[in-house]
């Protein structure tokens, strides 16, 4: 691949350079496999090249590069020019070739350091940035070592000097894999994707448990959640949502218990559903999206209570967190969006929860329950590769339509503000709310078709408006789909031979 003219300088997470070489080895074995498989996975041109201090990815097209700051275990990256090198005039020679256009007119800095023992041409950091410094200052607006326009930046190691004006930041953290596997227990809201992601970061290889609440929509909702962090953060394994329905298991939990400890009882049972799975996959720990005080069950005295449903350790990287931080990472990790419209589904909801259970009280109401339903449910439970799986294709094909029959009524479930921006012609806005006080009300004499941002909650309110007896139908896809095949229809009309051309 001699042709691949662009390097992308990989600089390891400073955690890794403090292991044992073995250690070291190791991590940097699996963070080299995670590289191959993101190139791979995404279809980038590239090959990886290992070497003692820096790995270095050799891409076709330079654009391509701020992906790669998706392996954790890297602490920055930057796109350079390489160039051999063999003594400080070919060094500056080169800088000054490449540097000379964008320093014009602009006050500059140089940077320029050695990496390891072996460096480059026998120059020295201080060396380049005093000559290519003076070598660059005509034409330039002066040197700024504090504040400058532009910054140029050589690495030397191994006889080649790393051109470069910008370092972009990784993630840190570990290499995936790299720190044995867990379990997280998931619901598709904020919390718990977002401290997945953390365990992640921190090298840990996971499956995920899903406890499902809310029927086949909940579902689909925290599979496209959890699908991002699977395809954008997980290369290099192989991830799987495990969806338990706990359709029955809550219902022995209401014949057998006392409302107000409905919430620590349910937070027990999903973690013994957990500890199963984490034990047939051989998992190390449960990884829960718990943060202090923020619901009821969340309270100091019920984590307690909750945490002695299991043997297994109980890591809740979120522990200390605050809301907005937790919705922050969210969106840097690209499950905001998806999260915000995944409704917190709980059809456990007394009016005044316990919030200091005894542990010994919820223990004896917790042996009251018969178990082994618990048991069958995570027998049963379904098991969905999310790196080889499109939610599209597994999603409620009864509830899909992929057109607008001329007699329906249509439904946008957007905000007003993305409704004005573009709706289907004569749909009716409703937000998500109006749209749950509304539906009973509707008539039986029509159809109905729903599309909200993505798709998941039109799936919701038709699952409900078929339930109350109304023929109803969400658009796959979404918003972004139906505005497509709406184009695509009015397009063939205008392209048909004959067609009139009405607007």
């Not at 791979?40 to 090959?47: F, M, Q, T």
């Not at 390489?82 to 800088?95: F, M, N, Q, W």
């Not at 072996?118 to 380049?128: F, I, L, Q």
């Amino acid at each position: 691949m001699a042709d691949l003219r662009t390097t992308v300088l990989l600089r390891l997470s400073g955690e890794l350079s403090t292991k044992a070489r073995a250690t070291r080895r190791h991590f940097v074995g699996r963070l080299v496999r995670n590289l191959k498989d993101l190139l791979s996975s995404e279809g980038i041109l590239g090959e990886v090249e290992r070497r003692h201090d820096r790995l270095l990815v050799h891409l076709e097209d330079p654009a391509r590069a701020p992906e790669l700051a998706r392996i954790f275990g890297l602490q920055s990256l930057a796109v350079a020019e390489s160039r051999e090198v063999d003594s400080l005039a070919t060094i500056v020679r080169h800088g000054e070739a490449l540097f000379r256009d964008a320093v014009r007119g602009r006050r500059f800095a140089v940077r320029a350091r050695t990496v390891g023992s072996s460096g480059a041409g026998g120059a020295r950091g201080r060396e380049v940035e005093r000559e290519l410094g003076t070598a660059l200052l005509p034409g330039a607006a002066g040197v700024d070592l504090g504040n400058p326009e532009l910054t140029a930046r050589v690495e030397l190691f191994e006889g080649r000097a790393y051109y470069f004006h910008e370092n972009l930041p990784g993630e840190g953290g570990l290499p995936l894999g790299a720190e044995g596997r867990g379990v997280a227990l998931v619901s598709g809201g904020f919390d718990s994707p977002v401290a997945a992601w953390q365990m992640l970061r921190r090298g840990v290889d996971l499956d995920y448990v899903f406890c499902n609440l809310g029927g086949r929509s909940h579902q689909l909702g925290t599979l496209r959640v959890m699908k991002v962090l699977a395809d954008r953060w997980s290369y290099g394994r192989r991830p799987r949502l495990h969806a338990i329905d706990f359709a029955t298991t809550t219902r022995e939990l209401r014949a057998r218990t006392e409302p107000r400890y409905w919430q620590v009882l349910l937070k027990r049972l999903m973690l013994r559903a957990a500890e199963q799975v984490a034990r047939e996959r051989g998992a190390q720990a449960i990884i829960t999206g718990d943060a202090v005080g923020q619901v009821s069950s969340q309270t100091l005295v019920n984590l307690r209570a909750i945490s002695d449903a299991t043997t297994l350790p109980i890591l809740r990287p979120l522990v200390g967190a605050n809301k907005d931080e937790i919705i922050a990472t969210a969106r840097h990790i690209g499950t905001e969006p998806l999260s915000a419209i995944v409704d917190e589904y709980c059809a456990l909801v007394p009016g005044k929860p316990a919030t200091a259970a005894r542990l010994e009280v919820v223990q004896q109401l917790e042996a009251e329950m018969d178990l082994a339903i618990l048991e069958r449910a995570v027998h049963e439970r379904q098991v969905q590769d999310l790196r080889a799986l499109d939610p599209d294709d597994t999603g409620l094909p009864e509830l899909e339509t992929r057109e607008v029959p001329p007699d329906a009524r249509v439904i946008d479930l957007r905000t007003r503000a993305q409704y004005e921006q573009w709706h289907y012609p004569d749909a009716l806005q409703l937000g998500w709310d109006q749209a749950l006080l509304a539906y009973p009300s509707f008539s039986k004499d029509q159809p109905y078709v729903v599309y909200c941002e993505y798709g998941l909650k039109s799936a919701h309110l038709a699952e409900l408006m078929r339930s109350a007896g109304l023929e109803a139908f969400h658009f796959r896809g979404g918003a972004p789909r139906l505005r497509k095949e709406l184009a695509s229809q009015l397009s063939s009309r205008v392209a048909r031979p004959g067609a009139s051309g009405g607007s």
